[in-house]
């Protein structure tokens, strides 16, 4: 099984609007730490924001905030008042303990902002 | 401190050359990462490090590929003898020990194998 699933290739949201990048993850441990990086055109890899397993509160850096519903297992990128700079690629991830501490990424998922 | 450093930027080979890609992790980081990245297969990874000791090569490709740790410092992945296939970015990454640790990447390596 997928450790980690984005289901959205691709995205368009209008300049200054909000958008929801969806990310569902799979682990029986029950501490983990779940990651969004955001990769541009440029190419290297951003590290945005992270939650971790017991976090109670969702997690925000700035304009970005991760919507975690543990239950679901989901962890949800969103971002606020879209800015052209966000056009990007987006991995969401996760570590756990299990088989030795390394990371899953999911596909990601190709966010453009419309001016 | 300056990041994960990796060396070279980018590199273009004819086939059947060896190609080494260097990684210098973040200081005081216990794990280190090599991932491959293209367009078909996306980011994949190759292989991974603890305390330089590899944990996992099931990623690494074939046994054209070889990866070293030699110290805390350093690292190499090696591609010997290289193909046109082999062409993709190559990332190192490093991160602190916990589950709740993230991981910092390099700039990549862009490989081209003519």
Do not use: H, N
């Given at each position: 099984a997928q450790k980690i699933t984005q289901t959205q290739p691709g995205m368009f949201?209008?300049?200054?609007?909000?958008?929801?990048?969806?990310?569902?993850?799979?682990?029986?441990?029950?501490?983990?730490?779940?990651?969004?990086?955001?990769?541009?055109?440029?190419?290297e890899m951003i590290f945005l924001i992270y939650q971790g397993s017991y976090d109670e509160q969702n997690a925000t850096e700035g304009r970005y905030s991760l919507n975690f519903q543990k239950a679901r297992k989901s962890a949800n990128l969103?971002?606020?008042?879209?800015?052209?700079?966000?056009?990007?690629?987006?991995?969401?991830?996760?570590?756990?303990r299990t088989p030795g501490n390394q990371f899953y990424f999911g596909t990601g998922t190709s966010l453009t902002v419309i001016p | 401190d300056a990041g994960v450093i990796q060396s070279p930027r980018h590199e273009v080979t004819e086939m059947g050359q060896e190609?080494?890609?260097?990684c210098k992790p973040i200081s005081g980081h216990d794990y280190l990462f090599w991932y491959r990245q293209t367009m078909m297969r996306g980011l994949e990874l190759l292989i991974y490090f603890n305390n330089n000791v590899p944990i996992d090569d099931s990623g690494m490709p074939e046994d054209r590929f070889s990866a070293k740790m030699p110290n805390a410092s350093f690292s190499t992945l090696k591609i010997q003898p290289s193909e046109?296939?082999?062409?993709?970015?190559?990332?190192?990454?490093?991160s602190l020990f916990t589950a709740y640790n993230e991981q910092f990447f390099g700039p990549g390596t862009r490989l081209t194998v003519l």
């Open positions: 949201v209008q300049e200054k609007e909000a958008v929801t990048l969806d990310c569902t993850y799979d682990t029986s441990d029950q501490s983990y730490g779940l990651f969004w990086y955001k990769q541009p055109s440029s190419g969103v971002i606020s008042a879209s800015q052209l700079g966000d056009s990007a690629m987006y991995f969401c991830a996760m570590r756990d | 190609v080494t890609l260097r046109p296939r082999d062409s993709a970015v190559y990332f190192c990454a490093s």
